[in-house]
Nanobody, 125 residues
């Protein structure tokens, strides 16, 4: 499975960005993480293809929205009310199949089998 992330850029604090992740084929679930150089990946949001169920990290709940377009095999992350501390490289990820676990299972990086190349989000103060 190939993942192509896009949509990152420079935005002022309080602004918005919409990240996209196009997958070469349908997978079980897709998620978004962020990571700074030398640090662990941090979970942001996930969505299951089968039923559209979503799960968010507490830090972004109410500000970020994950959605999917089945026809395009694409997942989006709408990031609103961005803060300078949101600055990071954002990665999308996909699981090989639907393991029929609770959606919270996909909040860990180990739940995913494929990773995109990352897109940089910079929020200026």
């Amino acid at each position: 499975v190939q993942l192509q992330a896009s949509g990152g850029g420079l935005v002022q604090a309080g602004g918005s960005l919409k990240l996209s992740c196009a997958a070469s084929e349908r997978t079980g679930a897709m998620g978004w993480f962020r990571q700074a150089p030398g640090k662990e990946r941090i979970f942001l949001a996930t969505i299951r293809w089968r039923d559209g169920q979503t799960y968010y990290a507490y830090s972004v709940k109410g500000r970020f929205t994950i959605s999917r377009d089945k026809a395009k095999n694409t997942v989006y992350l709408q990031a609103n009310s961005l803060k300078p501390e949101d600055t990071d490289v954002y990665y999308c990820a996909a699981s090989r199949g639907d393991r029929n676990y609770a959606i919270s299972y996909y909040s860990t990086s180990g739940a995913y089998d494929y990773w995109g190349q990352g897109t940089l989000v910079t929020v200026s103060s």
